[in-house]
Protein backbone atom coordinates (compact mmCIF):
# COMPACT_ATOMS: atom_id res chain seq x y z
CA UNK A 1 0.00 0.00 0.00
CA UNK A 2 1.41 3.16 -1.02
CA UNK A 3 1.19 5.77 1.73
CA UNK A 4 1.87 9.52 2.63
CA UNK A 5 1.80 10.75 5.74
CA UNK A 6 1.42 14.26 7.39
CA UNK A 7 1.01 15.32 11.05
CA UNK A 8 -2.64 16.46 10.64
CA UNK A 9 -1.95 19.60 13.01
CA UNK A 10 -3.11 21.78 13.88
CA UNK A 11 0.10 23.62 13.24
CA UNK A 12 0.25 26.81 15.08
CA UNK A 13 2.43 29.67 14.26
CA UNK A 14 1.96 33.64 14.88
CA UNK A 15 2.16 36.15 12.02
CA UNK A 16 5.44 36.56 10.58
CA UNK A 17 6.77 33.51 11.99
CA UNK A 18 8.21 30.40 10.03
CA UNK A 19 5.61 27.44 9.53
CA UNK A 20 7.39 24.31 8.51
CA UNK A 21 5.14 21.44 6.93
CA UNK A 22 6.14 17.81 6.89
CA UNK A 23 5.38 14.56 4.89
CA UNK A 24 6.47 11.37 4.27
CA UNK A 25 6.24 8.51 1.79
CA UNK A 26 6.57 4.88 1.31
CA UNK A 27 7.35 4.69 -2.61
CA UNK A 28 10.90 4.76 -2.85
CA UNK A 29 10.03 5.20 -6.52
CA UNK A 30 7.92 8.11 -6.73
CA UNK A 31 9.02 10.88 -8.71
CA UNK A 32 7.20 14.11 -8.51
CA UNK A 33 6.24 15.93 -4.96
CA UNK A 34 3.43 18.53 -4.98
CA UNK A 35 2.16 20.77 -2.27
CA UNK A 36 -1.80 21.97 -2.12
CA UNK A 37 -3.00 24.36 -0.23
CA UNK A 38 -7.07 23.72 0.65
CA UNK A 39 -9.26 26.44 1.94
CA UNK A 40 -12.28 25.13 4.24
CA UNK A 41 -14.94 23.99 1.29
CA UNK A 42 -12.55 24.76 -1.61
CA UNK A 43 -10.71 22.95 -4.08
CA UNK A 44 -6.69 22.26 -3.55
CA UNK A 45 -4.73 24.61 -5.50
CA UNK A 46 -1.09 23.61 -6.29
CA UNK A 47 1.83 26.35 -4.83
CA UNK A 48 5.02 24.04 -5.40
CA UNK A 49 6.09 20.90 -6.92
CA UNK A 50 9.79 19.67 -6.59
CA UNK A 51 11.27 16.09 -8.24
CA UNK A 52 15.10 16.70 -7.31
CA UNK A 53 16.59 16.38 -4.47
CA UNK A 54 17.34 19.48 -2.49
CA UNK A 55 15.45 22.76 -2.16
CA UNK A 56 13.15 24.89 -4.67
CA UNK A 57 12.14 28.23 -3.63
CA UNK A 58 9.09 30.20 -4.88
CA UNK A 59 8.35 33.51 -3.38
CA UNK A 60 7.38 32.97 0.48
CA UNK A 61 7.86 29.04 -0.09
CA UNK A 62 10.44 26.70 0.23
CA UNK A 63 10.14 23.00 -0.92
CA UNK A 64 12.77 20.37 0.28
CA UNK A 65 13.30 16.90 -0.75
CA UNK A 66 15.18 14.17 0.65
CA UNK A 67 14.66 11.44 -1.68
CA UNK A 68 17.17 9.25 0.56
CA UNK A 69 14.97 9.34 3.73
CA UNK A 70 11.62 9.80 1.76
CA UNK A 71 11.12 13.17 2.93
CA UNK A 72 9.43 16.27 1.38
CA UNK A 73 8.66 19.67 3.60
CA UNK A 74 7.18 22.67 2.54
CA UNK A 75 8.13 26.23 4.91
CA UNK A 76 6.17 29.30 4.50
CA UNK A 77 8.24 31.94 5.71
CA UNK A 78 6.47 35.58 7.15
CA UNK A 79 3.33 33.47 7.24
CA UNK A 80 0.33 35.48 7.16
CA UNK A 81 -2.99 34.73 8.30
CA UNK A 82 -4.23 34.15 5.17
CA UNK A 83 -2.11 30.93 4.93
CA UNK A 84 -4.40 29.62 7.33
CA UNK A 85 -5.44 26.18 5.33
CA UNK A 86 -5.07 22.71 5.24
CA UNK A 87 -1.20 21.86 3.10
CA UNK A 88 -1.65 18.67 1.03
CA UNK A 89 1.16 16.86 0.02
CA UNK A 90 1.12 14.48 -2.96
CA UNK A 91 3.34 12.46 -4.46
CA UNK A 92 3.40 10.81 -8.05
CA UNK A 93 4.74 7.18 -7.82
CA UNK A 94 6.88 5.24 -10.03
CA UNK A 95 4.23 2.82 -12.00
CA UNK A 96 1.25 5.84 -12.27
CA UNK A 97 0.51 9.25 -13.36
CA UNK A 98 -2.12 9.07 -10.04
CA UNK A 99 -1.71 11.58 -7.23
CA UNK A 100 -1.23 10.17 -3.71
CA UNK A 101 -2.43 12.56 -1.05
CA UNK A 102 -2.08 12.72 2.90
CA UNK A 103 -4.50 13.76 4.87
CA UNK A 104 -3.22 16.92 4.88
CA UNK A 105 -1.79 19.69 7.71
CA UNK A 106 -4.00 22.34 9.20
CA UNK A 107 -2.43 25.53 9.83
CA UNK A 108 -3.36 28.35 11.97
CA UNK A 109 -1.50 31.62 11.43
CA UNK A 110 -2.48 33.92 14.30
CA UNK A 111 -2.38 37.83 13.95
CA UNK B 1 -11.47 31.74 -17.34
CA UNK B 2 -9.31 29.41 -18.48
CA UNK B 3 -9.18 27.12 -15.61
CA UNK B 4 -10.76 23.93 -14.86
CA UNK B 5 -14.65 23.94 -14.48
CA UNK B 6 -17.17 21.61 -12.87
CA UNK B 7 -20.93 21.39 -12.97
CA UNK B 8 -22.93 21.06 -10.42
CA UNK B 9 -21.30 22.85 -8.28
CA UNK B 10 -23.78 20.99 -5.88
CA UNK B 11 -26.03 18.21 -5.95
CA UNK B 12 -28.41 16.68 -3.88
CA UNK B 13 -29.94 13.73 -4.65
CA UNK B 14 -32.23 10.69 -2.95
CA UNK B 15 -30.62 7.27 -3.06
CA UNK B 16 -30.85 5.35 -5.47
CA UNK B 17 -30.93 7.72 -8.06
CA UNK B 18 -28.24 8.68 -10.83
CA UNK B 19 -26.20 11.54 -11.12
CA UNK B 20 -23.89 12.40 -13.45
CA UNK B 21 -20.85 15.49 -13.50
CA UNK B 22 -19.02 17.25 -15.81
CA UNK B 23 -15.58 18.87 -15.90
CA UNK B 24 -13.97 20.49 -18.50
CA UNK B 25 -10.00 20.81 -18.51
CA UNK B 26 -7.68 23.64 -18.97
CA UNK B 27 -8.28 23.30 -23.04
CA UNK B 28 -5.00 22.29 -24.29
CA UNK B 29 -4.19 19.92 -20.91
CA UNK B 30 -4.58 16.45 -22.56
CA UNK B 31 -4.38 14.72 -19.49
CA UNK B 32 -8.12 14.42 -16.94
CA UNK B 33 -8.04 13.14 -13.41
CA UNK B 34 -11.23 12.38 -11.80
CA UNK B 35 -10.77 12.05 -7.69
CA UNK B 36 -13.32 11.82 -4.50
CA UNK B 37 -12.39 13.69 -1.15
CA UNK B 38 -14.49 13.24 2.29
CA UNK B 39 -13.89 15.56 4.84
CA UNK B 40 -10.64 14.83 6.67
CA UNK B 41 -9.69 13.12 4.59
CA UNK B 42 -6.90 13.80 1.18
CA UNK B 43 -8.38 13.55 -2.15
CA UNK B 44 -8.26 9.53 -3.78
CA UNK B 45 -7.61 8.85 -7.00
CA UNK B 46 -10.87 7.60 -9.15
CA UNK B 47 -9.58 7.57 -12.81
CA UNK B 48 -7.72 8.76 -15.59
CA UNK B 49 -7.69 9.98 -19.29
CA UNK B 50 -5.28 10.79 -21.46
CA UNK B 51 -6.73 12.19 -24.69
CA UNK B 52 -10.37 10.10 -24.98
CA UNK B 53 -8.77 6.81 -23.41
CA UNK B 54 -9.45 5.81 -20.10
CA UNK B 55 -6.00 4.76 -18.56
CA UNK B 56 -6.16 4.01 -15.43
CA UNK B 57 -9.11 3.26 -12.35
CA UNK B 58 -8.91 3.14 -9.04
CA UNK B 59 -10.67 0.02 -7.30
CA UNK B 60 -12.58 2.78 -5.50
CA UNK B 61 -14.63 3.39 -8.42
CA UNK B 62 -17.49 0.39 -8.15
CA UNK B 63 -19.17 -0.86 -11.32
CA UNK B 64 -21.73 1.74 -10.25
CA UNK B 65 -19.43 4.56 -11.68
CA UNK B 66 -18.43 5.20 -14.97
CA UNK B 67 -16.41 7.75 -16.75
CA UNK B 68 -16.13 8.95 -20.31
CA UNK B 69 -14.24 11.46 -22.26
CA UNK B 70 -16.07 12.00 -25.89
CA UNK B 71 -13.32 13.43 -28.06
CA UNK B 72 -10.57 13.73 -25.59
CA UNK B 73 -12.45 17.35 -24.16
CA UNK B 74 -14.79 17.45 -21.70
CA UNK B 75 -15.45 14.41 -18.98
CA UNK B 76 -18.54 12.91 -17.26
CA UNK B 77 -18.70 11.07 -14.20
CA UNK B 78 -22.02 9.23 -13.36
CA UNK B 79 -23.02 7.53 -10.75
CA UNK B 80 -25.89 4.82 -10.87
CA UNK B 81 -27.98 3.37 -7.71
CA UNK B 82 -26.03 6.31 -5.60
CA UNK B 83 -25.29 5.55 -1.88
CA UNK B 84 -25.10 7.62 1.03
CA UNK B 85 -21.59 6.31 1.40
CA UNK B 86 -21.33 8.47 -2.00
CA UNK B 87 -21.31 11.49 -0.70
CA UNK B 88 -18.46 13.73 -0.94
CA UNK B 89 -16.54 16.35 -3.37
CA UNK B 90 -15.90 15.17 -6.74
CA UNK B 91 -12.51 16.65 -8.08
CA UNK B 92 -11.69 16.73 -11.50
CA UNK B 93 -7.90 17.48 -12.52
CA UNK B 94 -6.12 18.18 -15.78
CA UNK B 95 -2.45 18.06 -16.54
CA UNK B 96 -0.20 18.44 -19.39
CA UNK B 97 1.26 15.33 -20.70
CA UNK B 98 4.87 16.59 -21.92
CA UNK B 99 5.07 17.94 -17.78
CA UNK B 100 6.07 16.89 -14.42
CA UNK B 101 2.30 15.97 -14.33
CA UNK B 102 1.27 19.18 -12.09
CA UNK B 103 -2.54 18.39 -11.80
CA UNK B 104 -4.72 21.54 -11.77
CA UNK B 105 -8.32 21.32 -10.12
CA UNK B 106 -11.94 22.82 -10.50
CA UNK B 107 -13.94 23.91 -8.40
CA UNK B 108 -15.55 20.05 -7.12
CA UNK B 109 -18.92 19.15 -7.00
CA UNK B 110 -20.04 18.53 -3.73
CA UNK B 111 -22.76 15.37 -3.45
CA UNK B 112 -25.21 14.77 -0.94
CA UNK B 113 -27.12 11.78 -1.17
CA UNK B 114 -29.67 11.64 1.25
Known amino acids: QKEVEQNSGPLSVPEGAIASLNCTYSDRGSQSFFWYRQYSGKSPELIMF????GDKEDGRFTAQLNKASQYVSLLIRDSQPSDSATYLC???????????FGKGTTLSVSS | DTGVSQNPRHKITKRGQNVTFRCDPI?????LYWYRQTLGQGPEFLTYFQNEAQLEKSRLLSDRFSAERPKGSFSTLEIQRTEQGDSAMYLC????????????FGPGTRLTVL
Open chain 2, 27 to 31: SEHNR
Open chain 1, 50 to 53: IYSN
Open chain 1, 90 to 100: AVVGQAGTALI
Open chain 2, 93 to 104: ASSLLASYNEQF
